[in-house]
């Protein structure tokens, strides 16, 4: 029986505990979709320079354009942070791409704005 009544006790707080944070979480998830949004509209842009018989002008004024898609994303992502520590792993990924090509950091902002999007989006 008390074994019983600490098992309530327990699952009680856990589910306080989930609903109180998801309260708190939803101005964090607002800004990551928006964050997303922005990524989308990077990503395709992306996808667009790697389509073949561009010329190199062409090439690096697509992913030119889609950097700066990307980064209008930042301070969507860094609200986020702000609200949310666990979406920092969005906002890092974004300023990742100032250094490393869009190309290379694609599959872990598409990862993550999956997660963003989903019906259950906790990192």
């Given amino acids: 029986m008390a074994q019983l009544k600490q098992l309530l006790i327990a ?4 589910v306080a505990g989930l609903t109180l944070s998801a309260c708190g979480n939803s101005s964090a998830i607002a800004n990551a979709r928006q964050a997303c949004h922005e990524v989308k509209i990077a990503l ?3 996808k667009k320079s790697e389509a073949p018989g561009l010329s190199v002008s ?3 004024a697509l992913q030119s354009l889609a950097l700066g ?3 209008k994303g930042s301070s969507y992502a860094a609200r986020a942070t702000t609200a949310d520590g666990s979406w920092n792993v969005l906002q890092t990924s974004i300023n990742e791409s100032e250094r490393v090509p869009l ?3 694609a599959a872990t902002l598409t990862r993550i704005c999956q997660i963003a999007n989903s019906d259950t989006p906790y990192l």
């Fill in 69 to 71: 898609q990307l980064l």
């Fill in 11 to 14: 699952s009680s707080v856990l």
């Fill in 103 to 105: 190309k290379y950091t």
């Fill in 44 to 46: 395709a842009t992306q």
């Fill in 58 to 60: 062409e090439v690096d």
